[in-house]
């Protein structure tokens, strides 16, 4: 893991994406997009690197998830996934699986779904359309 980020660029960071949230919260989610899109702009190559970009590229997905364009949001998944630290965080997981079972991919969609929940358990879930704990259970991976 590399050394922080100096500080102005972080507390800019911080700020396009306190933005983001803000604007988020208040339903204006291409606004938000922006103002990740802005943040993440300013993280240094290579971006995988820096926790920052994980969760820049989780925020943008979850964005675009929401606002119903789940092949652009598994693309952002994927993309915190490689991140450092990606590919073992629940809320990434989650989405992936969630994207890939939208996108008419069950078989794909176990894997991240059950890793989430080992992680997290069942709590995971507690927002999300009970298709996604279903299909574990489908697949009687848990209880």
Known sequence: MPDELPDALHTQIEAL???????????????AIAAWEQAL???????AIWDAALWLHASIA???RAKGDVAAALHRF???ARCADGATHPFVLLGLGA??????????AVDPLLRAYMIEGE????????KYLGLLRQH????
Request: glycine letters at 6%; charged letters at 35%; a negative charge.
């Open 17 to 31: 994406s306190e933005r983001g949230n803000i604007a988020r919260d208040a339903g204006a989610i291409e606004d």
């Open 41 to 47: 702009a300013l993280v240094p190559q290579p971006q």
């Open 62 to 64: 979850d964005a675009l």
């Open 78 to 80: 994927e993309a915190a």
């Open 99 to 108: 994207c890939r079972l939208d996108l008419g991919h069950p078989d794909e």
């Open 123 to 130: 709590d995971i879930f507690a927002d999300e359309d009970p």
């Open 140 to 143: 009687r991976l848990v209880d």
